[in-house]
T-cell receptor
Framework: GAVVSQHPSWVICKSGTSVKIECRSL??????MFWYRQFPKQSLMLMAT?????????EQGVEKDKFLINHASLTLSTLTVTSAHPEDSSFYIC?????????????????FGPGTRLTVL | QKEVEQNSGPLSVPEGAIASLNCTYS??????FFWYRQYSGKSPELIMF????GDKEDGRFTAQLNKASQYVSLLIRDSQPSDSATYLC??????????FGTGTRLQVFP
């Protein structure tokens, strides 16, 4: 259980174009999803929290007009990188919250999608 | 600022040995703690979570939590070369976000 998919797994685009990445929770409903970015050999960086039916919450320094997030259903969140530039080339990873049981208590847990590698030429 | 600290490594252990990965956190009110494994070029995958003081075992993995000392550790018994990866400690400080450490790179050599 708790499977998260992302599409596409990789994309190459020209500078100035927009790219949409989809994140789906396949076997559970996720009211909250998260978008991360990771540059080579660096840590995960949280970009934004995506809440179903409401506006996303962006981390400090992340341009909300450049990284558009839509969480239209309980199983789908999308990230659109608008007017992409080479510096936006990165590994974009989503995660979705689900409740896990272990040892008699429930804990909300983040499960990650496989990631999308974006290369902007 | 809420922080999660990990030694970046690499931690090198021989095959069959026990690998011990440590993590400290700053927010004393944190309630749940997670260990993720990330292979190079891949996304993180959940290994286990723990929320009570003490040990929690799952196969070759044991998570240990000490809230008084604000540390959480992960032990990997009978380490295998396939365990070579970066291990991320994550803490939920009672918000909807996880705070991640920078990860410890583990190398298991034959």
């Amino acid at each position: 259980g708790a499977v998260v998919s992302q599409h596409p797994s990789w994309v190459i685009c020209k500078s100035g174009t927009s790219v949409k990445i989809e994140c789906r929770s396949l076997d559970f409903q996720a009211t909250t999803m998260f978008w991360y970015r990771q540059f080579p050999k660096q840590s995960l960086m949280l970009m934004a929290t995506s809440n179903e039916g409401s506006k996303a919450t962006y981390e400090q320094g992340v341009e909300k007009d450049k990284f558009l997030i839509n969480h239209a259903s309980l199983t789908l969140s999308t990230l659109t990188v608008t007017s992409a530039h080479p510096e936006d080339s990165s590994f974009y990873i989503c995660s979705a919250r689900d409740w896990s049981s272990g040892g008699g208590a429930d804990t909300d847990t983040q499960y990650f999608g496989p990631g999308t590698r974006l290369t902007v030429l | 600022q809420k922080e999660v600290e990990q030694n970046s490594g690499p931690l090198s252990v021989p095959e069959g040995a026990i690998a011990s990965l440590n993590c400290t956190y700053s927010d004393r009110g944190s309630q749940s703690f997670f260990w993720y494994r990330q292979y190079s070029g891949k996304s993180p995958e959940l290994i286990m979570f723990i929320y009570s003081n003490g040990d929690k075992e799952d196969g070759r993995f044991t998570a240990q939590l000490n809230k008084a000392s604000q540390y959480v550790s992960l032990l990997i018994r009978d380490s295998q070369p396939s365990d070579s990866a970066t291990y991320l400690c994550a803490v939920n400080p009672n918000t909807d976000k996880l705070i991640f450490g920078t990860g410890t790179r583990l190398q298991v050599f034959p």
